[in-house]
């Protein structure tokens, strides 16, 4: 990972904090949750400019705000498992909140239903919304949430956060060929329930 990337959290720092949370002490792991909240700032920033429409109606830090409060709602009730689980469970939050935000604004009564498809951001790709096909984006974002727990997780850091195989593979604790297995099998899933992406 880049130099500029989050503080790594360790999966002691995460029980420890949970525990905290759970008796009601969230500050006594401050620190932890400084590292909870830079990395969910990176994900949802990452995964914010493949829902690039979405920021007509609302801004990065309303994106990282929700989901920090839809993982700490889970956080109640998950103990993460691993740095890999947490990261699982994080990434899924985020990208269901930018998928609510989706049905929110460009469903059928939705503020940003009739509105031009004019490209703003920075020109990120969203493979669907490049065609102006939301009801495909839509549907290429659904079925990655409905993969097969190991393929999910591969290409959420993939796709939405450009990680790299070897990064994948080593917070796995996994071989890169074991990642480059389960991402193939991913996108021939994908490719069959929305075409080409």
Do not use: C
């Amino acid at each position: 990972m880049a130099a500029d990337d989050p503080p790594t959290l360790s999966t002691d720092e995460l029980w420890f904090w949970v525990t905290e949370l759970r008796a009601g002490r969230p500050n006594a792991a401050e620190p932890t949750f400084r590292k909870i909240v830079a990395r969910v700032e990176a994900l949802a920033a990452a995964m914010f400019r493949k829902f690039r429409r979405v920021d007509r109606f609302v801004g990065l830090d309303d994106v990282v705000q929700n989901s920090l409060v839809r993982l700490l709602r889970a956080l109640r009730e998950v103990r993460p498992e691993s740095r890999h689980h947490f990261y699982a469970l994080a990434n899924e939050l985020v990208r269901r909140e930018l998928l609510d935000l989706v049905k929110r604004y460009f469903g059928p009564q939705g503020a940003g239903t009739n509105l031009a498809d004019v490209p703003v951001g920075d020109g990120a790709h969203d493979p669907a919304v490049a065609d102006g096909d939301l009801e495909r984006a839509a549907a290429f974002h659904e079925a990655v949430a409905e993969l097969p727990t190991a393929e999910r997780e591969v290409i959420g850091l993939i796709y939405y956060q450009n990680w790299p195989l070897t990064d994948i593979a080593n917070l796995f604790q996994v071989s890169v060929r074991t990642v480059q297995r389960w991402r193939d099998a991913a996108v021939a899933k994908l490719r069959a329930r929305v075409g080409d992406w």
